[in-house]
C-alpha cells in the first residue's frame, strides 16, 4: 500500500472523477495502463506510470512506483492512501 498527501486544491490532479478542470488525473492514467499493461513486466509499466505522475504534478515515491507497477503487472488491487492538507 502506498501513501501520498496532496493539498485539497491538488486533488483534482489524483482523482478521475473530482469536479476540478484538471486535464491529466492520476487516477485515469493508473486505470488505462492496469487495462492495458497486465501481465506486461514492471519494468515496462514504471516509466509510464512515472511520466503520469509527473504529467499530474504528484510526489510519489519511487518505491510506491515500483510497487503500483508490480500490481498491474500481476493484475492485483493497488491501495493508495491520501492524506488531504
Do not use: C, K, N
Amino acid at each position: 500500500m502506498g501513501e501520498i498527501s496532496v493539498s485539497g486544491e491538488s486533488l483534482e490532479r489524483l482523482l478521475a472523477d473530482s469536479s476540478g478542470t484538471y486535464g491529466a488525473p492520476y487516477q485515469q492514467a493508473f486505470a488505462e495502463l492496469a487495462r492495458t499493461h497486465r501481465g506486461r513486466p514492471a519494468a515496462e509499466i514504471l516509466p509510464l506510470l512515472a511520466h503520469a505522475a509527473d504529467r499530474a504534478l504528484l510526489g510519489f515515491s519511487p518505491a510506491d512506483l515500483w510497487e503500483q507497477a508490480r500490481a498491474i503487472s500481476g493484475g492485483q488491487p493497488y491501495v493508495l492512501r491520501v492524506t488531504v492538507t
